[in-house]
């Protein structure tokens, strides 16, 4: 019994060592620099893709 809490532990703080090592990977790469803009680039793609299905629409 002891033996399956201890694995579980080891599992659990392996899992969340490696949490940490994507977050700060992350940060140090840029990923959650201007997060504003990524937002609204995505915003605009899809209102752009609604208009051509608008217009796709219009001309059937």
């Given at each position: 019994?002891a033996?399956?809490?201890?694995?579980?532990?080891?599992?659990?703080?392996?899992?969340?060592?490696?949490?940490v090592?994507?977050?700060?990977?992350a940060?140090?790469?840029?990923?959650?620099?201007?997060?504003?803009?990524?937002?609204h680039?995505a915003?605009?793609?899809?209102?752009?893709?609604?208009?051509?299905?608008?217009?796709f629409?219009?001309k059937?």
């Amino acid at each position: 019994m002891a033996e399956l809490t201890l694995i579980q532990f080891i599992v659990a703080l392996c899992m969340s060592l490696g949490a940490v090592c994507l977050f700060i990977w992350a940060v140090l790469s840029g990923l959650f620099t201007n997060v504003e803009d990524i937002k609204h680039q995505a915003y605009r793609a899809e209102v752009k893709e609604d208009e051509r299905k608008d217009e796709f629409a219009n001309k059937g």
